[in-house]
Structure formats: structure tokens, C-alpha cells
């Protein structure tokens, strides 16, 4: 692996056969996430590919002629000539190993996979996500000196990292940019020493043998385990609906709800969450809509009697959203009646979708600990779940509440409790 600057591009890249070029930046989180994995590749490829490395910030004329505009950033070239297209960001081992192949024989690549080493890492304490509640655990244990490695197939941050402002999080008189605090998090949980392992593929996990697979080859072995996967908001898959995610269309109306003092808000959903949180936001909104799929609503009878009382609320019955678009600062949302098929628009401030959360215990392995019925881990008071040695924290347990404060609240029992046993 070399690095080299721009004068070196067309001798390098551009006579250079087959090459890959890491267009990285300092102070830059998902760049240092790569690093290694970049290097582990050059280790595996590099007598049939090129690796280089360019300081984006360093070559900025050059990045902008080859389109790179955030790092890190990976292209890939062959006989001069850009192939497979770039991948940026969170980039995973796979993704790399995909487009490295794409430019290789066949037997090249049974050859290198051949000489694939399978690895394998002891710790004393794997934490599985690397949300709010991993994170604090990981500054924990790692303060405690307990060698931990927190797994993560995203970048750190969970949520917290795509949540526009958290106004809720102590110690900040002004409301902080989600990133930010991730941002702050992360590096803080890193100074202790505990080893980052994100952006990774979850090839397989074992609770009962506390074995986790990553990147189909690095076997990671601990005494314990710290479950923080979270959990995913059901979406409706409705045009617009991605898009305007986190720019019009929320889902947590404790976080969002306050930006919305006398303004109009659209509320999707009919159970018990819709319903509750329709209320709240009628302490700051002017009126609420509910838009509902069924005839009657499914949320507890208190809830219902206290909206019937609310003046705010209106319900539509028997309607469902069709897509999602914004016009100026309004987001119109597209709805069918149920009963006539008829389709219009309704406009307001902002969305808020209810419709469900689920847990991330999918690709937890075969043998899971003891959930309820809504597939939220049960824990002790310790965070223990009924597996023995496996912990679980954050919003992927069973509880009321869940916020930033809940989930490192959990992350420090936990690792507190694994300080003193082990
Ligand atoms: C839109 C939105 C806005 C919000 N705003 C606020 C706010 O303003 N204030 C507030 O206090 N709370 C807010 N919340 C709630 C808050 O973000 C969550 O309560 C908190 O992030 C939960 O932390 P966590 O670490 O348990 O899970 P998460 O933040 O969900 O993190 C889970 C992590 O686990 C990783 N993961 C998933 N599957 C696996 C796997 N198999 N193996 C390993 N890792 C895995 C994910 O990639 C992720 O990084 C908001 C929530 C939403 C949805």
C-alpha cells in the first residue's frame, strides 16, 4: 500500500493496471473505520491490485475532478479507466470485496481465498451495537479496564447519530446536533481503549457459546455479552416516506413534538403509542389529525376518553397514507379513503408516524433470551437477561420509556455490574 499525492495520479492510476484508491481525511470517523479493513484487504489482494491512499483535504482539485465529495471515499480503476463505481461512508469489508472481484478471474480469486487466515480475538466483554446504551457500557468497561469490543454493522451513534437536534440530553444548554453527541460519545468510549469493530457484516451469533462471526472470518470470543441492538420504526414503504425522514416526518414526538408550538401536524397510527403521543403534541400544536386504517381506534379506553375530550384532535377513520411530499415548508400527504377509494391531500407542519416499533433481535442467532410478547428482551435490575453471562440494554429491552438518558442509564448498570464480576 502506498499513498500518493495528485502529480503521482496519472503514473500510479491512470498507467497503473488494476488499482484502488482510499480518498480518506483526518479527523474523520468512518475513515479511520476503514483503515484497518482497507489494510487487511491490500494484505489479501495487493499482488493482483494496487492499493493507494490520497489525503482528500491534500488533493482537493483532483478529489473534485473525480467526483469524490465525502470521505472516505473508494474508487476503483483498471487500465485507466474508473470501473465498478465508488463507494463512500460507512463501508463495509464486503462491499470492498465485491468490486475487488468484479476485476479478477476467477481462479484469482479461489487463490486468494485459499490463503484467506481465519482469525480469531478473546475478550472478556463483546458489546453487540454501538447506539447511545453500547457506547456508555464500552466507556464504562473500558475505564474499568476491561478488554471490550463493541461490534457494530453501521457506524457508531444508533439513533442518536441521525437525530436532527436532541434538546433533552443534560449538560448542553443548547440543543445539540444528534451527530454531534454521537460524534462526542464515541471518541470518549474510545480513549479508554476498548477495540471499535463497525461497519461490519454480523455473519453469525452464538449467546450460548458467546461467539460472534464478523466479516464470515474473524471469530470474536468473550465472557460475556452486552446486547444493544435497538430497534427499527416500522415503516410504511410509502413513496416520500424515506426521503422526508427526519425533514418532515418524525417518528419520537418527545424529541420533536416542541418544534411544532401552534402549527398543524399529521399523526399516523391508531394503537396505544399513536394515541398517547397525538396527546402530547397537543400541548404544542394547534390541531392534530390523526389518519387511522381501521373504524375504531385499538389504543387503552383512558386514552381514547382523554382524545374524545381533546378539541385538538380530529380522527380519520378508514384512511390510509399513499406517499408523502413537501411543498415549501408543507408536507402534503397523499390519503385513501378506505370505504370510497377516494384519494386527497391533506397539508400540514409535520408527520408523525406511530405505527410500531420492532426489535433488532433478528440477527442475535438461534438461541435468544426471554422476551415478551412484543419481542423486547427481559432483564433484571442488573440488566441481566435469562441467558446466563448475556446482558441486554437500552431500547431493545423491556420498559416504558425509551430515550438517550434510558439507554446509557442501562449501558452503566450493565457494565458496573460486569466491573465487579469479573
Ligand atoms: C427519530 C428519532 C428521534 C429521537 N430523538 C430523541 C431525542 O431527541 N432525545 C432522546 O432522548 N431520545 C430520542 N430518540 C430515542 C433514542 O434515540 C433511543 O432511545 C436511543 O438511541 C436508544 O439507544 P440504543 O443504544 O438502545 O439503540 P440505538 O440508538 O437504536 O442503537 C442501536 C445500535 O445497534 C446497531 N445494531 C443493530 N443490529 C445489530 C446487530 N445485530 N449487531 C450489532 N449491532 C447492531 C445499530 O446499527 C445501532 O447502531 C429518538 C428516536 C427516534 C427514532
Redesign the pocket.
Known amino acids: 500500500m502506498k499513498e500518493i499525492n495528485a502529480v503521482d495520479f496519472e503514473k500510479e492510476v491512470l498507467n497503473g493496471g488494476k488499482v484502488v484508491i482510499d480518498f480518506y481525511s483526518t479527523e474523520c470517523a468512518p475513515c479511520e473505520a476503514l483503515a484497518p479493513k482497507f489494510d487487511a484487504m491490500a494484505e489479501l489482494y495487493g499482488e493482483k491490485i494496487k492499493f493507494l491512499k490520497i489525503f482528500r483535504q491534500g488533493n482537493r482539485e483532483l478529489a473534485t475532478e473525480l467526483g469524490v465529495s465525502s470521505s472516505p471515499t473508494l474508487l476503483f480503476f483498471e487500465n485507466g479507466k474508473q470501473v465498478s463505481g465508488s463507494i463512500n461512508g460507512g463501508i463495509k469489508k464486503s462491499e470492498i470485496r465485491e468490486r475487488l472481484d468484479a476485476m479478477l478471474t476467477s481462479e484469482e480469486i479461489t487463490a486468494i481465498k485459499a490463503n484467506q487466515k481465519p482469525i480469531v480475538s478473546e475478550y472478556d466483554v463483546a458489546i453487540?451495537?454501538?447506539?447511545?446504551?453500547?457506547?456508555t457500557a464500552g466507556l464504562y468497561l473500558g475505564q474499568a479496564k476491561i478488554k471490550t469490543v463493541l461490534?457494530?454493522?453501521?457506524l457508531?451513534?444508533?439513533?442518536?447519530?441521525?437525530?436532527h437536534?436532541?434538546?433533552?440530553?443534560p449538560g448542553f444548554t443548547e440543543a445539540q446536533p444528534?451527530f454531534m453527541l454521537a460524534h462526542y460519545m464515541s471518541e470518549q468510549a474510545k480513549q479508554t481503549g476498548i477495540d471499535f469493530k463497525v461497519a461490519v457484516d454480523?455473519t453469525s451469533?452464538d449467546l450460548l457459546k458467546k461467539e460472534i462471526v464478523i466479516d464470515e472470518l474473524e471469530t470474536i470470543r468473550a465472557k460475556k455479552i452486552i446486547i444493544?441492538?435497538?430497534?427499527t420504526?416500522n415503516t410504511m414503504n410509502a413513496p416520500g416516506e424515506s426521503e422526508f425522514k427526519?425533514k418532515g416526518i418524525?417518528?419520537?414526538a418527545?424529541?420533536?413534538a416542541k418544534y411544532f408550538v401552534d402549527k398543524e401536524v399529521t399523526v399516523i397510527g391508531g394503537g396505544n403509542s399513536a394515541v398517547e403521543e397525538a396527546l402530547f403534541i397537543t400541548k404544542f400544536a394547534s390541531k392534530v389529525t390523526i389518519i387511522h386504517q381501521f373504524d375504531k381506534l385499538t389504543a387503552n379506553q383512558t386514552a381514547i376518553e382523554q382524545l374524545q375530550d381533546n378539541e385538538k384532535i380530529t380522527v380519520m377513520y378508514e384512511h390510509e397514507p399513499r406517499g408523502f411530499e413537501k411543498r415549501g415548508n408543507i408536507m402534503i400527504t397523499t390519503i385513501e379513503d378506505l370505504k370510497t377509494k377516494e384519494v386527497k391531500e391533506l397539508e400540514s407542519d409535520g408527520v408523525f408516524v406511530f405505527i410500531g416499533f420492532k426489535s433488532?433481535v433478528s440477527?442475535?442467532g438461534e438461541t435468544l433470551p426471554d422476551m415478551n410478547n412484543w419481542g423486547y428482551i427481559l432483564t433484571d435490575e442488573d440488566m441481566k437477561t435469562s441467558i446466563p453471562d448475556v446482558f441486554a440494554?437500552?431500547?431493545?429491552i423491556s420498559k416504558k420509556y425509551?430515550?438517550?438518558?434510558?439507554?446509557v442509564a442501562?449501558?452503566t448498570i450493565a457494565a458496573i455490574t460486569i466491573s465487579k464480576e469479573l
Open positions: 453487540l451495537g454501538g447506539g447511545p446504551a453500547g457506547l461490534i457494530d454493522p453501521a457508531p451513534g444508533g439513533y442518536m447519530g441521525i437525530t437536534q436532541v434538546s433533552n440530553y444528534g454480523i451469533v444493544a441492538t435497538g430497534t420504526p427526519g418524525s417518528y419520537c418527545t424529541c420533536d433488532n440477527d442475535l440494554i437500552g431500547d431493545i425509551r430515550q438517550i438518558t434510558t439507554a442501562d449501558g
